[in-house]
DNA sequence: GGGATACTAAAGGTATTGCTTAACTGTTTG
DNA sequence: CAAACAGTTAAGCAATACCTTTAGTATCCC
């Protein structure tokens, strides 16, 4: 089960990063941060048909980052913020990797300067 | 040059979605934390040719996300830290604008409560 | 009921993506 | 020099992504 959880997280980073790969679609979510929409204000300022914004609506609903609920004829679309922090969760892990990386480094040449004092053996 | 600036801006942001978005490529980016690699060595634990792992590399140096020099017949790839930030200023003013929106409606709510004190007109 | 509205479903076309194999260039190393 | 090594280029192919048009369905308003 752990590693079930695994690979769903790399499907899940798939999905999320491939959705925000298209303008329209980060188009769709910057609106969206401003408060709820409809499916047709969602599609009136893309520069494409409606059944076209459906589709990108899909794509962002099915990577989590929206959802929406259909009320009478009107179908309203919000955000998801937590869908975000799986994506900053995997940008932190990298960095705390390759800080502490660079603080080994720094660690090692702080080293090899104060062996140098009583070594003397440098260029 | 102010639009100009914007409309490269989104590019970039597509560029660097669409580069993490396929696992093999992100696995490069989580072993480049690590430190830097030679193209072979990058290649050599994912599932395919090594021209495949070579065409995702130029995907990830295009998106700005890993530079590469080379010296003598080796090519040496090495994370660029500073592309992430784009990223994440991206994610950081949604979520300032939906913190902000919320706040207003937390406001709002608290307003309606107050009057209610003094007015009496709820359900 | 009948027309407008809001969305949905389906089919199809073009472009891009992700991979392959084969052939090739430049760099060490025995 | 010859062979192994590390990377690169090019061509081609199947799958996917993005968009279109057309044709629906369900709801609302007069």
Chains 1, 2 share one sequence.
Not at 44 to 53: I, V
Not at 97 to 108: K, S, T
Request: hydrophobic share 45%.
């Amino acid at each position: 089960m752990l590693l079930k959880r695994m690979l769903n997280q790399v499907a899940d980073l798939d999905r999320l990063f491939q959705a925000l790969a298209d303008p329209a679609r980060r188009a769709i979510v910057e609106r969206l941060t401003f408060g709820p929409a409809a499916v047709s204000e969602l599609a009136r300022p893309l520069p494409m048909s409606l059944p076209a914004a459906m589709q990108h609506l899909g794509v962002l609903e099915a990577a989590g980052l929206v959802r929406s609920k259909k009320v009478g004829r009107v179908r309203t679309c919000s955000i998801e913020p937590a869908a975000f922090s799986v994506i900053e969760q995997w940008i932190n892990a990298r960095r705390a990797e390759w800080e502490q990386r660079l603080d080994r480094l720094g660690n090692y040449l702080k080293t090899l300067e104060s062996e140098g004092d009583g070594d003397g053996s440098g260029t």
